[in-house]
Nanobody
Framework: QVQLVESGGGLVQAGDSLRLSCAAS????????MGWFRQAPGKEREPVAA????????WYAASVKGRVTISVDNAKNAVYLEINDLKPEDTAVYYC????????????????????WGRGTQVTVSS
């Protein structure tokens, strides 16, 4: 049973930095692609970043590129999302997701390709 558990969210001020964590278990992650998505109040869920389990390939949404770093720690079975210079528009529930499939996964923000999801962690940025 694949399980993804996010942590690290909270109330922060604009300009602060934050590191979100995703603990992954129960799956064959060696060929997986991991992603972070977010959903702001009243808006559709959108992709933020993605990374291959190997860490070789990454993808970032244009809206966060330059402020966000996605990384993976294979020894800890964990994926991280570091956000710098937080802005009020970063306020959202952040979700960890995984592509685990028999074919080759794609390092992308295309939501439909991800077949496992965490329950999310709230990030609130005050101005």
């Amino acid at each position: 049973q694949v399980q993804l558990v996010e942590s690290g969210g909270g109330l922060v001020q604009a300009g602060d930095s934050l590191r979100l964590s995703c603990a992954a278990s129960g799956g064959a992650f060696s060929r997986a692609v991991m992603g972070w998505f977010r959903q702001a109040p009243g808006k559709e869920r959108e992709p933020v970043a993605a990374i291959s389990w190997s860490g070789i390939s990454t993808w970032y949404a244009a809206s966060v590129k330059g402020r966000v770093t996605i990384s993976v720690d294979n020894a800890k079975n964990a994926v991280y999302l570091e956000i710098n210079d937080l802005k009020p528009e970063d306020t959202a529930v952040y979700y960890c997701a995984a592509q685990i499939r028999s074919n080759i996964p794609i390092v992308t923000g295309e939501e439909r390709l991800y077949n496992h999801w965490g329950r999310g962690t709230q990030v609130t940025v005050s101005s």
